[in-house]
């Protein structure tokens, strides 16, 4: 029996030596990937309390408002196909969301809802913006119709993209990273083991359109990921977001003329949650992209910048027959 107990612990020695030599992905530089990933748009704002976050303040100044919020694990680098087309008639401001990117984790250790509005909050008021439209992919659309319910009177309009926070579908399939993300015991290992295979993998997951999966694109997943103290937010996060008690169904009390962008092949947030969101908030208008899945504004640019601008200068939105609109040099 001893020699059995001995052969089994030095097996799984030697599994646990093989994982690390696999996967073992030390911290990032912050000096050094400040310089690959800020430029010249680049804010590093103060908001008190040891937080300062990573935003770009871009576009024409006297244009309407746009605030643009990532999804989980991204980055306001998401946006860019947007901010090219988009620039010479709106104000785009985007920001790396606490726990993310050059922004790095909340010094209070809470990433709860309240945290993420909050935070975006403080960033408005430090901006001094009154008023503007706010658009969020997947987590980022979480905390966008949140923001919609605790500041009703700061939005113009709200724009949810395969948005997070319905009850899940029964049919959505999470890429491994958020498997993990989400498994205990194997979120610890995360802290230290989180090889660029990984991030590849779930990011061809996620969409449709696999011509934006570059190897920049996975690297830059990968580098900001971890990024110090990014690693661990993101299971401080997951663990929040499990825990939670908020009331999902004051989304029926939202005032706020919403737009819902949705792609048709999802598999992490099924076409179900737009339905979903449709039938409880009043008046929003509905658009599915056959083809695409969880990221239509990088995967389908020219139609979901089309339907954005028609919604914010119009009210309104008509798939499919809209003009495209080329990007900003």
């Known amino acids: 029996m001893k020699r059995l107990v001995k052969y089994a612990f030095g097996l799984l020695a030697v599994a646990l030596m093989a994982l690390f030599v696999w996967g073992y992905a030390p911290d990032t530089d912050p000096a050094a990937m400040k310089a690959k990933y800020a430029n010249a748009a680049s804010q590093f704002v103060d908001l008190g309390g040891g937080l300062t976050m990573h935003?770009?303040?871009?576009?024409?100044?006297?244009?309407?408002?746009?605030?643009?919020?990532?999804?989980s694990n991204a980055s306001l680098h998401t946006w860019q196909p947007w901010v090219d087309r988009l620039k010479a008639r709106y104000r785009i401001?985007?920001?790396?969301?606490?726990?993310?990117?050059?922004?790095?984790?909340?010094?209070?250790?809470?990433?709860?809802?309240?945290?993420?509005?909050?935070?975006?909050?403080?960033?408005?008021?430090?901006?001094?913006?009154?008023?503007?439209?706010?658009?969020?992919?997947?987590?980022?659309?979480?905390?966008?119709?949140?923001?919609?319910?605790?500041?009703?009177?700061?939005?113009?309009?709200?724009?949810?993209?395969?948005?997070?926070?319905?009850?899940?579908?029964?049919?959505?399939?999470?890429?491994?990273?958020?498997?993990?993300?989400?498994?205990?015991g194997l979120n610890q290992l995360a802290l230290v083991i989180t090889p660029r295979s990984l991030f590849e993998k779930s990011m061809h997951q996620s969409v449709s359109n696999q011509a934006i999966v570059t190897p920049e694109a996975i690297d830059r997943y990968w580098e900001l990921n971890r990024y110090p103290g990014n690693r661990k937010a993101t299971g401080q996060r997951f663990a929040a977001y499990s825990g939670r008690t908020r009331d999902i169904g004051k989304v029926s009390t939202i005032k706020t003329p919403t737009l819902i962008l949705w792609g048709a092949e999802d598999k992490l947030i099924p076409v179900s949650s737009a339905d979903w969101f449709a039938a409880r908030i009043p008046?929003?208008?509905?658009?599915?992209?056959?083809?695409?899945?969880?990221?239509?504004?990088?995967?389908?640019?020219?139609?979901?910048?089309?339907?954005?601008?028609?919604?914010?200068?119009k009210g309104v939105a008509t798939p499919g027959n809209l003009p495209s609109i080329a990007p900003t040099p």
């Open 283 to 313: 008046g929003s208008i509905k658009i599915v992209y056959p083809g695409i899945g969880h990221i239509p504004m990088e995967e389908a640019p020219d139609q979901t910048v089309a339907d954005l601008d028609a919604f914010l200068s």
């Open 93 to 184: 401001i985007r920001l790396d969301q606490i726990g993310h990117g050059l922004t790095g984790p909340n010094p209070s250790g809470q990433y709860d809802s309240d945290a993420f509005v909050s935070t975006l909050d403080a960033l408005m008021v430090k901006l001094k913006i009154g008023r503007f439209a706010l658009a969020g992919n997947s987590m980022g659309g979480f905390v966008a119709w949140e923001y919609a319910l605790a500041h009703p009177d700061k939005l113009t309009h709200l724009v949810l993209i395969d948005s997070s926070g319905p009850p899940e579908d029964p049919k959505k399939q999470l890429p491994i990273g958020f498997r993990i993300a989400r498994t205990p």
């Open 55 to 71: 935003v770009r303040d871009e576009g024409k100044r006297d244009g309407p408002v746009l605030v643009l919020l990532h999804g």
